[in-house]
Structures are given as structure tokens and as C-alpha cells.
């Protein structure tokens, strides 16, 4: 194993030690489930970096993701607004 397979192993045994925390921290919790288009936004941020050889269509795809991700955030945070005050 040269170097560059080193760092790539290191780097999914540490993915994979915070997902499992992450997965055993949230479970107690409520869990918030995700929106349609949050999920949407995800699929194509992650698609985007497996796409990343090709630099145009890779940035294309994390760029509309993360557009997407910022317009569900905004739509959440208006909707939770619009609850909290009914009167408007």
C-alpha cells in the first residue's frame, strides 16, 4: 500500500466511526425527517463529488445542490415564521 491508499483507508475508518456515533447519539433524539427537495439537494451535492473527475459536471451538481439546500432552508425558516405568528 503506498501512501495515497493509506490516507483513503484512515479517512473511511474515521467516516465510519462518526456515522456510528452519529446514528447511536440520534437515537434518543426526535429525528426531524428530511424534506423532499433537502433530500433532492443531498443526492446531488453527493453525486457531484462522485462526479468530481469531470471538474464542469461535478461543480454543476454540488452548485445546484447546495442552491437547492439554501432555497429549502429559507422555505423552512419563512413556514416556521408564518406558524409562529398567525396573525400576519
Do not use: C, H, W
Not at 9 to 24: G, N
Not at 48 to 73: E, K, P, T
Request: glycine content about 6%; overall charge positive.
Amino acid at each position: 500500500m503506498d501512501a495515497s491508499q493509506i490516507y483513503i483507508a484512515i479517512s473511511a475508518i474515521v467516516l465510519i466511526v462518526i456515522a456510528v456515533l452519529f446514528v447511536l447519539k440520534r437515537k434518543d433524539r426526535n429525528q426531524k425527517k428530511l424534506s423532499p427537495l433537502a433530500a433532492f439537494a443531498f443526492i446531488l451535492v453527493i453525486t457531484g463529488i462522485v462526479f468530481g473527475d469531470d471538474r464542469i459536471i461535478g461543480y454543476s451538481l454540488i452548485g445546484i445542490g447546495l442552491v437547492l439546500a439554501i432555497i429549502d432552508i429559507v422555505r423552512i425558516r419563512k413556514k416556521k415564521e408564518q406558524d409562529s405568528n398567525p396573525s400576519q
